[in-house]
Structure formats: structure tokens, C-alpha cells
């Protein structure tokens, strides 16, 4: 019984002295941490001073390219397609043949009309010389005064014969002048719609043998949003003075610079836009009617605007903010406001100071409150070539 007491004893005397080495050493493990932890180096991350400019405030826009003319070619005179003298899409110049019709039948047309001419011209002749002779005679009284009546009355009508015959050479010779179906503009045909040897019907409710549209300049239509009208067009007097842009769906870029060249007369109330046609110059024919254009209007005077990289800006649910870096390399949590993309950097509208420094790269490596390591950079990244294969 005496032995039991005394193992019993000494195993709490054990199990004791085992409890006060452990909470020994969680202690000093306690203490040495903090002396871990300011022993970490600061995280080092890329710092770039916020960048300020003038710059124009560009609003951008989806239209479509527009030729400035566009021409139904269409007979205006019945016949038979004897030849196409272009090769479909090709570049034509004004006045230049583009099908002919048999003239035949004009031409005969022409021949009947002068002969018609000619017998009228010999009529009036004769009826002036008539017409004479009776004057002479009523003045010596030989014929009665009737007699000159009807004579001028015949010189008269052989007059007007002499002018609808004259009229009717013209349309012969117009209508033959038709057979010959020419560019009223300068610019780039379709395909021939009609072919050789078919029959054509003149009027406007003909097929049309092709089409034509004129190559430069080209119009960019698109709805712009009554804002962007407000104040950067119906504000400006010379609206040609606001600079436009286009880029193609295949440019990064904005590649041409244009000029407004009208504006509708009224707004849309329910899309709440109006529409709009710029100008651009399309001398190596590259565009083409139809196609998808990106277009951004700019105001007429640059302003003064704060600019930082895409890579400074994160993303907090609903908010963008960036991380500025204090004086005393202590990090801070800033929520923006951004506006649209000018010269490859992002317009900050609220937010930030310029020369302010936010951290551009390495954003997941520190936190609010941290104290970091910047390393100085440049807003802008460097432009890098790519080669190619």
C-alpha cells in the first residue's frame, strides 16, 4: 500500500516537472518571434512617380466607312450589251467606257433624223423664196392680199418643222451618244452585273449593270452621345477643327486623322445620340465602304490631366485603387477614379496628386501598412520588339 503511494507521488512529481519545461519553452518562443519577424527584410517592389500632361480628351466611338458618292449605273437606252470594257473592281477614272450597247439601231436612228433635217431645211427655203416672190406681187396688186397670208403662214410652219426637226437629230444623236454607257465619277466598279450579249431596258426601274463608289476621301459615320456633342462639337464654330481619329478592326491604334464634315439636325431621344460623318483622306484605297471603323473625337484644346500605367491599378470589387507609397516607404490604400486611355497610360480624374508614388509592380507582394523597399521606375513601360518569323 505504502509502495503504491510513493509511485503515485513520484509520477505527479514527473508529470509536473514535465508541464513547467513546456511552458518554459513556449515562452521563450513567444519571446523569440518578435525578434524573428523584425528580422524580415522589407519587401522590394517597382515604384513610379504619378505622371502629369496635357493631353486632349478623346471619347471613342463604333461607325462604319461610308463612300462619299455611290452610282446605280443604269442604260438609258434600250439594247443589247455588245461589250464590258472593265475588270470587275477595278479603278476607273470619269468619262471612262464601261459597257457598250449595240449603236446600231441609233445609228440608223441619226441617219433618218438628218434626212428629215435636210428635207425640212429645203422646205423653208422654198416657202422663204415664195413668201418674197407674193410680197412683189401684192405690191403691184397682181395677187390678192390672201394669196401673201398663206404663203408667210407656210414659211412660218416650214420654220417650226425646221426646229422639231432639229430636235429630233439631237435626241437621235444624244441616244446614240448613250450607247456608250461611261463613269459619271471617278472610283472603284463592282462586278458586271449585266454581260455580254444580254438585253438591257433604259429607266430608273432597270437592273443596274453595276455599281460605283468614289475611293477618296471616305466618310466614318457614328452616333455620338449628346455630351460629347455638348462640348466638343456644337461648342466649337468651324466644327472641321475637331480632330478626329480612325483605326481599322485589325489596328491597335488610331492610324488616320480626319475632320467632322456634318452633323444631323436632330438627336435621337431614345438613344440619346446624334449622328455624325468625319472626312478622311483614302489615297492608297485602303478603305472601303462597309467597314468596321473605330472613331474618337477629341476636344479642340488639350487639358491638364493626371496619367498612370494599367499595372498600377487594381481591382476591389466594384472600386479601383492603387497603392501609394508614402516618405517613409510605408504603404497606403488610395481608391481612383479613371477616365479614358490617352498615349498608352490611364487618366486618373480623382485620387491622386501628380509626383505622388505608386507602386506599378508588385502590388501582391505588400499590403496596406507595410514598409516596402521602392525601387525607382519609369510610368511608361519600354516598348519591346518582337521579332518576327
Known amino acids: 500500500m505504502s509502495m503504491t503511494r510513493s ?29 524573428a519577424m523584425a528580422a524580415m527584410p522589407a519587401v522590394e517592389v517597382d515604384v513610379a512617380p504619378v505622371v502629369a500632361r496635357k493631353v486632349v480628351d478623346w471619347q471613342s466611338y463604333s461607325g462604319r466607312l461610308e463612300a462619299v458618292e455611290r452610282v446605280d449605273i443604269r442604260p438609258r437606252v434600250s439594247g443589247t450589251i455588245t461589250e464590258v470594257h472593265f475588270r470587275n473592281g477595278a479603278q476607273v477614272k470619269k468619262g471612262d467606257v464601261l459597257f457598250t450597247i449595240d449603236p446600231a439601231p441609233y445609228r440608223a436612228e441619226v441617219a433618218r433624223a438628218e434626212a428629215q433635217l435636210a428635207a425640212t431645211q429645203a422646205r423653208v427655203r422654198f416657202t422663204s423664196a ?22 408667210e403662214h407656210n414659211a412660218r ?59 477618296s476621301p471616305i466618310y466614318a459615320s457614328f452616333d455620338v452621345d449628346e455630351q460629347t456633342y455638348l462640348r466638343h462639337i456644337a461648342s466649337v464654330k468651324d466644327q472641321a477643327g475637331v480632330p478626329v481619329q480612325l483605326g481599322l478592326a485589325n489596328e491597335a491604334e488610331y492610324s488616320r486623322a480626319g475632320t467632322i464634315d456634318d452633323v444631323d439636325n436632330r438627336l435621337d431621344p431614345v438613344s440619346g445620340t446624334i449622328r ?58 488610395r481608391p481612383v477614379l479613371l ?11 480623382g485620387g491622386l496628386q501628380p509626383g505622388e508614388r505608386i507602386i506599378v509592380n508588385g502590388m501582391q507582394r505588400a499590403r496596406p501598412g507595410d514598409v516596402v523597399k521602392p525601387k525607382a521606375v519609369a510610368m511608361e513601360r519600354p516598348v519591346t520588339q518582337v521579332a518576327t518569323r
Open 7 to 35: 509511485k503515485l507521488a513520484w509520477m505527479m512529481a514527473a508529470g509536473v516537472s514535465l508541464l513547467v519545461i513546456s511552458l518554459a519553452t513556449l515562452q521563450g518562443q513567444a519571446e523569440d518571434k518578435p525578434v
Open 130 to 151: 415664195e413668201l418674197d416672190r407674193a410680197a412683189k406681187l401684192v405690191a403691184d396688186s397682181t395677187i390678192p392680199r390672201r394669196t401673201l397670208d398663206e404663203r
Open 157 to 215: 410652219d416650214a420654220q417650226a418643222s425646221l426646229r422639231a426637226a432639229q430636235a429630233e437629230l439631237d435626241v437621235a444623236k444624244l441616244n446614240l451618244s448613250y450607247t456608250s454607257v461611261t463613269a459619271p465619277i471617278s472610283g472603284r466598279v463592282s462586278r458586271a452585273e449585266i454581260t455580254v450579249g444580254n438585253v438591257v431596258a433604259a429607266g430608273a426601274t432597270g437592273v443596274p449593270l453595276t455599281t460605283l463608289v468614289s475611293v
Open 276 to 333: 455624325v460623318r468625319a472626312r478622311f483622306d483614302n489615297a492608297d484605297g485602303l478603305l472601303v465602304p462597309g467597314l468596321y471603323a473605330r472613331v474618337k473625337v477629341g476636344g479642340s484644346d488639350p487639358q491638364a490631366a493626371v496619367m498612370v500605367d494599367e499595372r498600377a491599378i487594381g481591382t476591389d470589387q466594384d472600386k479601383k485603387f492603387v497603392l501609394v507609397v508614402g516618405d517613409d516607404n510605408k504603404v497606403s490604400y
Open 339 to 349: 477616365g479614358s486611355r490617352q498615349e498608352g497610360l490611364r487618366i486618373v480624374t
